[in-house]
C-alpha cells in the first residue's frame, strides 16, 4: 500500500533554533517528492520538489533531503522565525496514472514560540 | 496576480441540503482538483479533472459531485448523500506537464453541519 508517514506529529522549538521534520514512504515507482507548508486555515504552499535523481533542495531557510534507497526524506528549518508555525506535509508523486498519483502525509505541526 | 479563489471561506450545512463550494482559478491550469482535508489525516482526493467537461473520481467520491464547464471553474457539491460533511476543504491545480503534481491551492472552504 501506498503510504507516506511523518514524524513527529507536533514539534515546539524555541525563535532562532533549528529543527528536522522526518519523512518516510513506501510509494512506489517513485516519481518526486514536494514539501508543502501550510498556515492554519489557508491552503498549502509548495517549499521544494525533488527528483529521485536529487538529494538536497534548498529554499532560503528551509533545506530539504533525499535519499531514495531508504525510501526518506528530511525537512531541515534553519534559524526558525515566529512565522515559520505551521503544518509541513510532505507529498510523493508516483508514475502510476495521472490524477491519482500522489500520496499526502499527515503533516507536522509546528510552533515556533519567542 | 495569479492564483485560486474558493468561496466560501466558511459554510454551514443543513440535513438534507446540497451545498455547492466554489473553485476558480486564472492560472491557466488544464488539472483542478478537490481534497478533502481532517485533523490528523493527508489530504485525500475527492475528484479531478485535467480538461473541460470530464473529470474522474478519486478515493473518496461518494456523496460529492463536480462539473467542468469552463477551464477555469471546476464546482464542488456536497450532497445529502454525504453523511460526515465536516471538513476543510481545498482546491487545487496544476498544469498537465507538472506530472500532475498539484501546485497551487486555494485556501479552502470550511464546511459544518448546523
Known amino acids: 500500500k501506498n503510504q507516506v508517514e511523518q514524524s513527529p506529529q507536533s514539534l515546539i522549538i524555541l525563535e532562532g533554533k533549528n529543527c528536522t521534520l522526518q519523512c518516510n514512504y513506501t510509494v512506489s515507482p517513485f516519481s518526486n517528492l514536494r514539501w508543502y507548508k501550510q498556515d492554519t486555515g489557508r491552503g498549502p504552499v509548495s517549499l521544494t520538489i525533488m527528483t529521485f535523481s536529487e538529494n538536497t533542495k534548498s529554499n532560503g531557510r528551509y533545506t530539504a533531503t533525499l535519499d531514495a534507497d531508504t525510501k526518506q526524506s528530511s525537512l531541515h528549518i534553519t534559524a526558525s522565525q515566529l512565522s515559520d508555525s505551521a503544518s509541513y506535509i510532505c507529498v510523493v508523486s508516483g508514475d502510476f496514472g495521472y490524477g491519482q498519483n500522489f500520496v499526502f502525509g499527515p503533516g507536522t505541526r509546528l510552533s515556533v514560540l519567542p | 496576480d495569479g492564483g485560486i479563489t474558493q468561496s466560501p471561506k466558511y459554510l454551514f450545512r443543513k440535513e438534507g441540503q446540497n451545498v455547492t463550494l466554489s473553485c476558480e482559478q486564472n492560472?491557466?491550469?488544464?488539472?483542478m482538483y478537490w481534497y478533502r482535508q481532517d485533523p490528523g489525516q493527508g489530504l485525500r482526493l475527492i475528484y479531478y479533472s485535467q480538461i473541460v467537461n470530464d473529470f474522474q473520481k478519486g478515493d473518496i467520491a461518494e456523496g460529492y459531485s463536480v462539473s467542468r464547464e469552463k477551464k477555469e471553474s471546476f464546482p464542488l457539491t456536497v450532497t445529502s448523500a454525504q453523511k460526515n460533511p465536516t471538513a476543510f476543504y481545498l482546491c487545487a491545480s496544476s498544469p498537465l506537464r507538472q506530472g500532475g503534481q498539484p501546485q497551487h491551492f486555494g485556501d479552502g472552504t470550511r464546511l459544518s453541519i448546523l
Open positions: 492560472l491557466n491550469h488544464d488539472a
